[in-house]
Every structure is written in structure tokens, then in C-alpha cells.
């Protein structure tokens, strides 16, 4: 059996591993089910009432959950230059995974470029200019999570592929950093004028059906547990590790 068929995580073939995944974990531990976790947050004694989610609050949500994921990028290419074995191909896989399942297919593709362009691209201003670029980078972005997927499938990184990765990573990681911060500051809020409120509210019940539908009641809970687990199983779980050092002293 080839190694990746031994890998835990998120499936290519079915994006519901997301959530089952997480409901495999708290059965196995002992721990409540997602329907007795539900009942037990809602009789909760002087707990505060669930704060409901905007759809553009919603979007910029699961950038953060990409975004975290790119950060496993950027540590990925700069360790795989000082010490190829000290990254796991498995941990890149599964972040390719999570962000093809979560990102790529549902946010992108699901959201994105169902909802949210086709509006923008026709509302006056200055964010429909950037609608065909971001979708262009899309298209780069699955062409480089199918590369990551099929250079991962190897027990270890091939020598001749470090650099070529590490440059992947790289460009990923400069691509879509740029990609969110224009979709969070100008895309999504031309988006939120030009649909008005009425019909955000609407879109944001429409967008948490769409997610039930691709991974259950607890999409965005489970990408965030499954993150946090490949931040752990490479020592990036520790906010403070990134706090930059004290600037010299100017003289």
C-alpha cells in the first residue's frame, strides 16, 4: 500500500474527511460528539448567546484558516533549504489537502467565483478590474497544490526537487498573500456595497448552507483543528516563536 493511502487527513476524492476526521478524533478520546457538544453549548448555564457570523466577516474567516496554511509554506521553503529531512512531505501534503478541499474548492470556486465576482465585476468602481486577475490566480494556485500533492507522495523530498519546491512554496505563499489582502480591503467590501443588506443576510444563510452541504454542521471548526495540527506536528503552534527581534540600536 503506497504511503499516501496510509496518510490521516483530508481526501481529495471527498471533501467530507474534513469534518469526519475531527468526529473520528473525539470519538476515539472519549470525548462528546458535535450533536452533545450542540446541546450541552445550548443549556450551558450563563454562557453568551452564539454572535452571528456576516458573510464577509465569513470570507475573510477562512482567509485566515489560508492564510495559516500559507504560513506552513513559508517555514516549509525556508527549512527545506537549511535541512531537506526536517520537512515531513506528509505535513505538506496535508496542507496542500486542506487547502484544495477548503479553499480551492469550496471558498474559491463555491463562493468566490459563484457569488462574489460575477457582482463585482459588474458593479461600477474599481475593484471589478481586479475580478479576471484574481481568477487567474486561482487557476496558477491549483496548478501549484496538484504540484505540491504529487511531489508530497515520496517518503522524502528528492534532492534535485528542494530548490524547485522551495521556489513553488514561495511564489504560493507571495501570490496569495497579495491575492487576500486585495480581496479583504477592496473585493469584499465593493462586493457587500453592491449586493446591499438585505441581500447579505440572504447570501450569508446561503453561504452556511453551502457549507453544511460540502462538509457538515462544522466546516470552518474542523479546517481550524485540522491547521492547528499540522502547526503542531511542525513546532509552529507557538505564537511567540514569531515575534520579531528588538531593531538595532540607530546611531
Known amino acids: ?8 487527513g483530508i481526501s481529495l476524492a471527498g471533501a467530507g474527511v474534513l469534518v469526519n476526521a475531527c468526529r473520528n478524533t473525539q470519538t476515539r478520546s472519549g470525548g462528546a460528539t458535535n450533536d452533545e457538544n450542540k446541546n450541552e453549548a445550548a443549556t450551558a448555564p450563563g454562557e453568551a448567546e452564539p454572535v452571528e457570523v456576516t458573510a464577509t466577516e465569513d470570507l475573510m474567516r477562512e482567509h485566515g ?3 495559516r496554511a500559507l504560513l506552513v509554506y513559508q517555514e516549509s521553503a525556508v527549512r527545506l533549504r537549511q535541512d531537506a529531512a526536517s520537512v515531513p512531505p506528509d505535513a505538506l501534503e496535508k496542507t496542500a489537502n486542506l487547502f484544495r478541499v477548503f479553499g480551492e ?3 474559491e470556486k463555491k463562493l468566490e467565483e459563484t457569488f462574489i465576482f460575477p457582482a463585482v465585476k459588474k458593479a ?12 487567474a490566480q486561482h487557476v496558477r494556485g491549483r496548478e501549484i497544490t496538484a504540484y505540491l500533492l504529487s511531489i ?4 522524502k523530498i528528492a534532492s534535485n526537487s528542494v530548490e524547485p519546491l522551495a521556489k513553488a512554496l514561495e511564489s504560493f505563499v507571495r501570490m496569495y498573500e497579495h491575492h487576500a489582502a ?7 467590501p465593493a462586493w457587500k456595497s453592491a449586493v446591499g443588506g438585505n441581500e447579505l443576510d440572504e447570501l450569508g444563510e446561503k453561504f452556511e448552507e453551502i457549507e ?5 454542521d462544522d466546516g470552518f471548526e474542523s479546517a481550524l483543528k485540522r491547521m492547528e495540527e499540522i502547526e503542531q506536528s511542525l513546532g509552529l503552534s507557538n505564537l511567540d516563536m514569531f515575534t520579531a527581534p528588538p531593531p538595532p540600536v540607530a546611531k
Open 152 to 155: 508530497s507522495q515520496a517518503d
Open 65 to 67: 484558516i489560508l492564510r
Open 182 to 188: 486585495i480581496e479583504d480591503t477592496v473585493v469584499f
Open 212 to 216: 453544511h452541504e460540502q462538509f457538515g
Open 124 to 135: 461600477p468602481g474599481a475593484a471589478a478590474a481586479y475580478v479576471d486577475i484574481l481568477l
Open 105 to 107: 474548492d469550496y471558498h
Open 1 to 8: 500500500m503506497k504511503r499516501r493511502q496510509l496518510l490521516t
